[in-house]
C-alpha cells in the first residue's frame, strides 16, 4: 500500500462528501415548507414571513445559500435547531456518541459470536454442526428488529428480571447502571448481525480450507489451531470486513427501532424526530455526520484489507 493511493483515496472521500452535501441540500429545498415557515406557522404573515428569511439568508440564490451552509459546516457550525433552540452540531455528537457505543458493543459481541460459529460451520461442514448454524442464520435473518428486542425484553428482562427494560444512563454518571442498560440492546443488535456475519465466515472459510497452501500447512504438521486461526481465518476475514464496514452503516443510522424501543437517545432517534418536526438543520447535519462516519470506517476498510492480506498491493 502506497502513500499516493491513501491520498487518492482520501479525495475520492471528500469527493464522496461533497456529492451527498450537493444532494442532502437540494432535497431539503425541495420541501414543500421552508425554514421560515416552519418557524412562524402557516398563518405568518407574508411581512414576517419575508423578514425571518431575510434573516436567515434564504432569500439569497440557492448556489450561495449552499456555499455558506458548507462553509459553516466544515468547521463544525451546522447551525441551530428549529425544534429546540439548541446547537446542532453539539446536540448530533451527542447523540452520535450514544449511537457508537452501543454499535461498538454490539460489534464487539457479535464478533465473538459469529467467529468461532462460521468457523466451526466451516470446519464441520455438511455435519449436524453446520446444519445447526445455517438453521439458526435463516432464522436470524428472518426476524426483524423489534421481533427480535421484544423477544429479548421478555426474557431478560420480564421472565428472569436480571436487567433493566429500557432506559439509557451514561457510563461517567454511573457505570454500572449504564453497562447495565447496554447489554440488552446490545444483544438484540448482535443477534440481528450475527446471522449473515456467521454465515459469510463459514462460507470463506470453506473454500479456504480447500486451498492449497492449507493443504501444505497440514503436510507439515502444524497444529490444528495455527492453521485455523493463523493462516485460514486470516484470509478468509477479507470478505467479512467490507461486511462489518457495511453494517457500521446500518448500526448508526438503521437501528433506530431498537433506539427506539430501549429508549435511547442516538442519532437515529434524532433524525426521526427531525423530520417529523421539518427541523432542516438537524436533518443536514445529521445525514452529513452519518456520511462522514460510513466514509471514514469505509476507508479504514480498505486499509485493513491490506494489512491483513499482504499479495494485496494499491498501486
Known amino acids: 500500500m502506497t502513500a499516493s493511493y491513501l491520498l487518492k483515496r482520501f479525495f475520492l472521500m471528500i469527493y464522496t462528501l461533497v456529492v451527498v452535501s450537493l444532494l442532502v441540500f437540494g432535497i431539503t429545498q ?76 454490539a460489534l464487539v459481541l457479535m464478533l465473538m459470536i459469529a467467529l468461532p460459529l462460521g468457523i466451526w460451520a466451516a470446519v464441520r461442514r455438511g455435519k449436524t454442526a453446520d446444519v445447526l448454524v445455517s438453521v439458526l442464520s435463516y432464522v436470524g435473518i428472518s426476524f426483524p428488529e423489534f421481533v427480535t428486542a421484544t423477544l429479548v425484553l421478555l426474557l431478560f428482562a420480564d421472565v428472569w428480571q436480571v436487567l433493566p427494560a429500557t432506559g439509557y444512563v451514561p457510563l461517567m454518571e454511573n457505570f454500572t447502571s449504564g453497562v447495565q442498560h447496554l447489554i440488552l440492546p446490545s444483544i438484540t443488535v448482535a443477534l440481528i448481525l450475527v446471522a449473515h456475519v456467521s454465515r459469510m465466515v463459514r462460507s470463506e472459510m470453506v473454500d479456504v480450507l480447500h486451498t492449497d497452501y492449507i493443504r501444505a500447512a497440514w503436510l507439515k504438521g502444524l497444529s490444528r489451531r495455527r492453521i485455523l486461526w493463523r493462516h485460514a481465518l486470516r484470509n478468509g476475514l477479507l470478505p467479512t470486513i467490507t461486511i462489518v464496514a457495511l453494517d457500521v452503516g446500518y448500526l448508526l443510522g438503521g437501528i433506530v427501532v431498537v433506539e427506539e424501543i430501549f429508549a435511547i437517545p442516538g442519532i437515529g432517534r434524532e433524525l426521526i424526530v427531525a423530520v417529523q418536526a421539518r427541523d432542516l438543520p438537524t436533518i443536514q447535519a445529521g445525514v452529513m455526520i452519518l456520511a462522514t462516519t460510513y466514509s471514514v470506517v469505509n476507508f479504514l476498510a480498505d486499509v485493513a484489507y491490506a494489512m491483513l492480506d499482504k499479495r494485496i498491493t494499491y498501486a
Open 30 to 105: 425541495l420541501l414543500p415548507a421552508d425554514a421560515a415557515t416552519t418557524l412562524l406557522g402557516q398563518n405568518a404573515t407574508p411581512e414576517a414571513l419575508a423578514a425571518v428569511r431575510a434573516r436567515l439568508g434564504l432569500d439569497a440564490p440557492a448556489w450561495l445559500q449552499y456555499w455558506h451552509w458548507l462553509a459553516h459546516a466544515v468547521q463544525g457550525d451546522f447551525g441551530v435547531s428549529m425544534r429546540n433552540g439548541l446547537a446542532v452540531g453539539p446536540t448530533l455528537l451527542n447523540a452520535l456518541s450514544r449511537s457508537l457505543l452501543l454499535a461498538i458493543c
